[in-house]
């Protein structure tokens, strides 16, 4: 059984400064996804990361994929208010089938 | 946006009584998915569809029916609520393995 972990759950940072999140998964997949939620919205794709070594960034956000240590981060640079969201790892389990991890709740404060 | 509509956004319900949400994509997307998302546990897999008439259980799918009789309708029947139930319910569909949200239907089983 896939299992999807997050950390932190919580995250608390200052303007400016930078942080990573990270996702691990517990087997061989090589189909990665992170997605964004606003506080009562519904989730926003940012990224697809689809083999090993893959790097998107968008912004203030990169986010990596290293399918051997089966680790995904999502690095925030720089961060702002507006980053302040939930975000939400998935991996694909047996090909149109997504885990999802628990989530990173991040606060970016002024 | 993916064209995808929940309906009914909010429902209010009383324990032990039937409801069904309905989930309706536009672009004749193959699967469909049913994901209930509550504090802690992130999003979990109810039900997905590969196809008209072909469903089948994800993690949580106990106390949970589904039905497609048409591509672009998936429906979620909840036979006899139960206050464990009240969650925030979100559609997806999968366009090459990428997940797609609904907007959510939050409903309350009182």
């Known amino acids: 059984e896939l299992k999807v972990e997050q950390n932190p759950l919580f995250l608390s940072m200052q303007e400016g400064k930078n942080y990573t999140i990270y996702c691990n998964y517990s087997?061989?997949?090589?189909?990665l996804y992170w997605y964004r939620q606003d506080p009562g919205k519904s989730l926003e794709s940012l990224f697809v990361l689809l083999s090993n070594g893959a790097v998107k960034q968008e912004g203030r956000l990169m986010a990596s994929l290293d399918t051997k240590a089966r680790l995904s981060t999502l690095h925030i640079t720089a961060a702002v208010h507006d980053l302040s969201a939930t975000y939400f790892c998935?991996?694909?389990?047996?090909?149109?089938?997504?885990?999802f991890g628990g989530g990173t709740r991040l606060m970016v404060k002024p | 946006d993916a064209g995808i509509t929940q309906s009914p956004r909010h429902k209010v319900t009383e324990t032990g009584t039937p409801v069904t949400l309905r989930c309706h994509q536009t672009e004749n997307h193959r699967y469909m998915y049913w994901y209930r998302q509550d504090p802690g546990h992130g999003l979990r897999l109810i039900h997905y569809s590969y196809g008209v008439k072909d469903t089948d259980k994800g993690e949580v799918s106990d106390g949970y029916s589904v039905s497609r009789s048409k591509t672009e309708d998936f429906l979620l029947t909840l036979e006899s609520a139960t206050s464990s139930q009240t969650s925030v319910y979100f559609c997806?569909?999968?366009?090459?393995?990428?997940?797609?949200f609904g907007q959510g239907t939050r409903l309350t089983v009182v």
């Open positions: 998935a991996v694909d389990n047996a090909g149109n089938m997504l885990t």
């Open positions: 997806a569909i999968s366009v090459l393995g990428e997940a797609f």
């Open positions: 087997t061989t997949s090589d189909r």
